[in-house]
């Protein structure tokens, strides 16, 4: 399992990190999400309810 984040798309909302601060964070920098280093979707079994709360469809998770 394989999630990739959209920085284009990204508006910084936050919403995957407060579903699933064990895989998303948000980048000091840009604002934006991004995956966390060594983040496991499967075991935190979270990421298709944060890619399904983007509001801007920024999440793909790839089974
Ligand atoms: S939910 Fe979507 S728009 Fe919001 S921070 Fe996460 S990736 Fe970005």
Redesign the pocket.
Known sequence: MKVV???E?????????A?CDAV?R?NDDTG??EVISGADCAAAGCCNE??E???????TVEQ
């Open positions: 984040i959209d920085e798309a990204c508006i910084g909302c936050g919403a995957c990190v579903l998303f948000l934006k999400a944060a890619a709360s983007c509001p801007v469809a920024a999440i």
